[in-house]
């Protein structure tokens, strides 16, 4: 008898998380597909035999999108879930989806996914002023971020600081990060160092609370087709705690019905890695299903334990390839020439340019293919989508509440 639940786990590079991974969900599917995409010795294959799961090798890397595409071959489930190989699926998470799936208008359902670890919060109070040149609110200038002895500053999340910055500074080159003013940021702790040992600066800062953090809670639309995580890095502390229509999911848990995929089709594996979600997204939006948030079950995180995520300059070329391959597939035509004008005229180097326009042929191509699936148009999807839900409550935790 087919089982009623399939889950299907990639792994490439397999560390000490694919056993919990793989525990977490071996109760909830009558089937669990573990697709070992070329690790080296085998060894995700070793763990998942191991532990019960159904193996499929592939002798080769066919990154995230290839390896779901394989793994999706072997699978028998009327409900699907995927699930990264650095996640924890909470007890509920199948069970939850299928009740939300039985709508059949639904295409999928992704659960709130948080992050690993505990995190202590820090709020700086310093007045925001904007920088000639620069429309940013900013507060300070962070150099140093410290847990006991460890430099955490790259690691600090939340709405009270920007991205990793370099330069030269008084003659020295420098890192650092600015502060946004009186929003909070939030600073890792690690298992043994308590959170009154946290230095900004060389100088000891109070930890409000501690508390976890959302790594996202289903994904929004930005205007030139990439996708980001709604409520990334906010505190979860019931704030997320509502079911809602989102724009589409990140590819870390999402669970699907059978018969959809078959319809649809899944991850396009000429994408290799990133994006392929939110292309998938797309096509769900462009065939007029949904695709809904379920708070009631949750995912823990470890966030690119396995690819190390946009530190990685691969990893920032596929994501920017992948985006423009994304809207030749499925966006309104005028958008899709605007950002990919500005993409090839504006990058310095010849690596996206031949990534790129190497690829898009093919997406041409598809895009053809899919309008067959299409029962609304591309440019009523970016109506509705592109651009809303940018913004949600990243303010401090209510301690008050708690």
Same mark, same amino acid.
């Given at each position: 008898?087919?089982?009623?639940?399939?889950?299907?786990?990639v792994?490439?590079?397999?560390?000490?998380?694919?056993?919990?991974?793989?525990?977490?969900?071996?109760?909830?599917?009558?089937?669990?597909?573990?697709?070992?995409?070329?690790?080296?010795?085998?060894?995700?294959?070793?763990?998942?035999?191991?532990?019960?799961a159904?193996?499929?090798?592939?002798?080769?890397?066919?990154?995230?999108?290839?390896?779901?595409?394989?793994?999706?071959?072997?699978?028998?489930?009327?409900?699907?879930?995927?699930?990264?190989?650095?996640a924890?699926?909470?007890?509920?998470?199948?069970?939850?989806a299928?009740?939300?799936?039985?709508?059949?208008?639904?295409?999928?359902?992704?659960?709130?996914?948080?992050?690993?670890?505990?995190?202590?919060?820090?709020?700086?109070?310093?007045?925001?002023?904007?920088? @000639?040149? *620069?429309? #940013?609110?900013?507060?300070r200038r962070? =150099?140093?971020?410290?847990? %006991? /002895?460890a430099? &955490?500053?790259?690691?600090?999340?939340?709405?009270?600081?920007?991205?990793?910055?370099?330069?030269?500074?008084?003659?020295?080159?420098?890192?650092?990060?600015?502060?946004?003013?009186?929003?909070p940021?939030?600073?890792?702790?690690?298992?043994?160092?308590?959170?009154?040992?946290?230095?900004?600066?060389?100088?000891?800062?109070?930890?409000?609370?501690?508390?976890?953090?959302?790594?996202?809670?289903?994904?929004?639309?930005?205007?030139?087709?990439?996708a980001?995580?709604?409520?990334?890095?906010? @505190?979860? *502390?019931? #704030?997320?705690?509502q079911?809602?229509? =989102?724009?589409?999911?990140? %590819? /870390?848990?999402? &669970?699907?019905?059978?018969?959809?995929?078959?319809?649809?089709?899944?991850?396009?594996?000429?994408?290799?890695?990133?994006?392929?979600?939110?292309?998938?997204?797309?096509r769900?939006?462009?065939?007029?299903?949904r695709?809904?948030?379920?708070?009631?079950?949750?995912?823990?995180?470890?966030?690119?334990?396995?690819?190390?995520?946009?530190?990685?300059?691969?990893?920032?070329?596929?994501?920017?390839?992948?985006?423009?391959?994304?809207?030749?597939?499925?966006?309104?035509l005028?958008?899709?020439?605007?950002?990919?004008?500005?993409?090839?005229?504006?990058?310095?180097?010849?690596?996206?340019?031949?990534?790129?326009?190497?690829?898009?042929?093919?997406?041409?191509?598809?895009?053809?293919?899919?309008?067959?699936?299409?029962?609304?148009?591309?440019?009523?999807?970016?109506?509705?989508?592109?651009?809303?839900?940018?913004?949600?409550?990243?303010?401090?935790?209510?301690?008050?509440?708690?």
């Open positions: 008898m087919p089982p009623d639940a399939s889950v299907v786990v792994s490439y590079r397999p560390g000490d998380w694919l056993a919990p991974c793989l525990s977490s969900v071996l109760a909830q599917a009558g089937e669990v597909v573990v697709v070992d995409n070329g690790s080296a010795g085998r060894e995700a294959s070793t763990v998942g035999a191991a532990m019960g159904k193996v499929v090798h592939s002798p080769v890397n066919l990154g995230f999108a290839g390896g779901v595409d394989l793994g999706l071959r072997h699978v028998r489930g009327d409900v699907i879930g995927l699930l990264n190989d650095d924890v699926a909470g007890p509920n998470w199948i069970e939850s299928r009740a939300v799936l039985a709508d059949p208008g639904v295409a999928a359902v992704t659960p709130k996914v948080v992050l690993e670890g505990l995190f202590g919060e820090v709020l700086l109070d310093d007045e925001p002023w904007l920088s @000639p040149g *620069d429309a #940013r609110p900013l507060g962070l =150099r140093s971020v410290t847990v %006991g /002895t430099e &955490v500053l790259e690691d600090v999340r939340g709405a009270g600081v920007y991205d990793v910055e370099s330069g030269v500074v008084d003659g020295t080159p420098s890192r650092w990060r600015w502060t946004s003013g009186r929003k940021f939030y600073v890792p702790l690690a298992d043994a160092a308590p959170a009154s040992d946290v230095r900004v600066d060389g100088e000891p800062v109070a930890v409000r609370t501690t508390c976890r953090l959302l790594n996202h809670a289903g994904s929004y639309l930005a205007y030139h087709g990439v980001g995580e709604y409520g990334l890095s906010a @505190p979860d *502390d019931g #704030r997320f705690d079911p809602a229509e =989102r724009f589409g999911f990140s %590819g /870390t848990a999402p &669970v699907f019905r059978s018969e959809t995929l078959r319809r649809l089709g899944g991850f396009a594996p000429e994408f290799f890695a990133y994006n392929e979600d939110t292309d998938w997204c797309l769900a939006r462009l065939a007029g299903l695709i809904l948030y379920d708070p009631h079950a949750s995912v823990r995180h470890r966030l690119s334990a396995t690819s190390h995520g946009p530190r990685s300059p691969m990893v920032r070329l596929l994501a920017q390839r992948n985006s423009l391959l994304c809207l030749a597939r499925n966006a309104p005028g958008i899709a020439r605007h950002f990919w004008w500005l993409a090839l005229h504006d990058d310095p180097t010849p690596e996206l340019r031949r990534a790129a326009l190497g690829k898009l042929p093919w997406a041409l191509v598809w895009r053809a293919r899919l309008r067959r699936q299409w029962s609304t148009t591309p440019g009523a999807v970016w109506d509705r989508w592109a651009g809303a839900d940018r913004a949600w409550d990243d303010g401090p935790v209510d301690t008050a509440g708690r």
